[in-house]
Nanobody, 125 residues
Framework: EVQLQASGGGLVQTGGSLRLSCAASGFQLGDYAIAWFRQAPGKDREGVSCISRVDGDTVYADSVKGRFTISIDNAKDTVYLLMNSLKPEDTAVYYC??????????????????WGQGTQVTVSS
């Protein structure tokens, strides 16, 4: 079974940057997608970004386009999320998740098979 570990969260002021990491183990040969989700208190979990492990195709939520960048290092089986120009509304617990197959713009949380524990991102005003 694929195991994921998210790290890199912290406290940052508005306009600052953070880089989250998702270290994975247990991948088998095949087409996997790895995604970042976030959940703020009292709100639904939402998809932030997703990447294909095979060809590097990416998709972003409209709210983070132009500010966040997802990338993958296949040799390390690690996915990154570079977050620039952070806003208070980005405050949430960020989770990484994996599933077999890349679905493009549609990546619902319910479709993902493996989840990390999450890392807290707090952006102060």
């Amino acid at each position: 079974e694929v195991q994921l570990q998210a790290s890199g969260g912290g406290l940052v002021q508005t306009g600052g940057s953070l880089r989250l990491s998702c270290a994975a183990s247990g991948f088998q040969l095949g087409d996997y997608a790895i995604a970042w989700f976030r959940q703020a208190p009292g709100k639904d979990r939402e998809g932030v970004s997703c990447i294909s492990r095979v060809d590097g195709d990416t998709v972003y939520a409209d709210s983070v386009k132009g500010r966040f960048t997802i990338s993958i290092d296949n040799a390390k089986d690690t996915v990154y999320l570079l977050m620039n120009s952070l806003k208070p509304e980005d405050t949430a617990v960020y989770y990484c998740a994996a599933k077999r197959g890349y679905s493009g713009s549609h990546f619902p949380a319910a479709a993902f098979e493996s989840w990390g524990q999450g890392t807290q991102v707090t952006v102060s005003s």
